[in-house]
Structures are given as C-alpha cells and as structure tokens.
T-cell receptor, first 111, second 114 residues
Framework: GQQLNQSPQSMFIQEGEDVSMNCTSS?????WLWYKQEPGEGPVLLIA?????ELTSNGRLTAQFGITRKDSFLNISASIPSDVGIYFC???????????FGDGTTLTVKP | DAGVTQSPTHLIKTRGQQVTLRCSPK?????VSWYQQALGQGPQFIFQ???????QRGNFPDRFSGHQFPNYSSELNVNALLLGDSALYLC?????????????FGSGTRLTVV
C-alpha cells in the first residue's frame, strides 16, 4: 500500500531558528496536506497543496508540492515556543477518498 | 458552531470485549471518516461513511465496523478487542466531495485494551 516517509522524526531547536521537514512517497498524490497535532487534540490543517510545483505560505509557514508529485516539504521560519507539536504530512487522492499520513515530526522549541 | 465531538474521551476495555465509539460531525458536514492513530504514528484510515453507507475502507479487519445515522453522526464498533487495538481513534467530518482540505478532526477517543 501507499507509505509516506517523513523526516526528521524529531527536532530540538532554539527559539528564532528556522525549521525544515519533508515527506516522500512511493506513490503519486494529487493533494498534499500539512497538519499540526498538539497533545489531547486531533490534527489541525495548516496548509493544503493542489498542484505540482505549488509553493504556498501561511504566515511563517511555507510548503511546497514536489514536481514529481511524490514529495513535499514544510518550512517554519523564526520558530516560537507555541510551534511545539507534532507535524504530519498527508497525501490525498480524491478518488481514493482517504488520506495517507506520515508518522510525524515532533518539534521542540527551547526558549 | 460546534466542531467535531467524539465520545467518550477515554475508555479501558479488556481483550475480547466489544467497544462502540461515537462521533458528531461539524454542523453542515455530511461525511464522516474514522482513523486509528497508534502511539508514535500517524493516523491510519479505517473507513468513510456518507449517506449512511460505507464508501471507502482501509486495510482493517471485519472486526471494525461502523454506522452512520440520518443526522450524519456515526459510530465505530470494534469486536473481539486485541491489545494492538489500543490507540487514539479520530473522527474527521467533511462535506462530501470537498476533499481532505475540508476535514475537521475531533479530539479523539483514547482506547486502552488490557
């Protein structure tokens, strides 16, 4: 079945630093999504990407849909303590009606 | 406007028992998807319900079944519980055909099987 490889598994950074994480797949997706999950909560959508090569920003977050449609990355600039959480990538194909998630990147930000 | 509501928030069951988890979708949403999230992993798709029918199913055994009611709420049933069924069960609601960007996730039900 489809699998997503998300890296790194965890990151420990200083407040103010930039963060980069990525996701690769053996299969093509027509939508890539990035979520953040905090303890005791469900995932919350950060950015959705619909087109190969697309670069989209949401505040300090920037994500790109890889040209091959098999990868995506998320950058967070000037990290702050409230960025702490687990970030998940997900690939979605409309016909399949389901999303396939990576195993997440746990981000810790030291003040 | 209430978001997705899941109940109960936590429960503990014994191996071999049966469990029912409940989900009320966000107002205006007509589709409910269920995901299983094991500790340290990403959510895995179980199935999706629309118009009271199972529309898509992931790679889960028949012990996992569901139901959707006319008011769009949904239940997830798991029979013959195994230790490996311990996980956070997430419900996501959406408007049919909107795609994953329309998902709203609930906070989940934490199931522990002992």
């Amino acid at each position: 079945g489809q699998q997503l490889n998300q890296s790194p598994q965890s990151m420990f950074i200083q407040e103010g630093e930039d963060v980069s994480m990525n996701c690769t797949s053996s299969s093509i997706f027509n939508t890539w999504l990035w979520y953040k999950q905090e303890p005791g909560e469900g995932p919350v959508l950060l950015i959705a990407l619909y087109k190969a090569g697309e670069l989209t920003s949401n505040g300090r977050l920037t994500a790109q849909f890889g040209i091959t449609r098999k990868d995506s990355f998320l950058n967070i600039s000037a990290s702050i303590p409230s960025d702490v959480g687990i970030y998940f990538c997900a690939g979605h194909n409309t016909n399949a009606g389901k999303s396939t998630f990576g195993d997440g990147t746990t981000l810790t930000v030291k003040p | 406007d209430a978001g997705v509501t899941q109940s109960p928030t936590h429960l503990i069951k014994t191996r071999g028992q049966q469990v029912t988890l409940r989900c009320s979708p966000k107002s205006g949403h007509d589709t409910v998807s269920w995901y299983q999230q094991a500790l340290g992993q990403g959510p895995q798709f179980i199935f999706q319900y629309y118009e009271e029918e199972e529309r898509q199913r992931g790679n889960f055994p028949d012990r996992f079944s569901g139901h959707q009611f006319p008011n769009y709420s949904s239940e997830l049933n798991v029979n013959a519980l195994l230790l490996g069924d311990s996980a956070l069960y997430l419900c996501a609601s959406s408007y049919y055909g909107q795609g994953a960007q329309g998902y709203t996730f609930g906070s989940g039900t934490r199931l522990t099987v002992v």
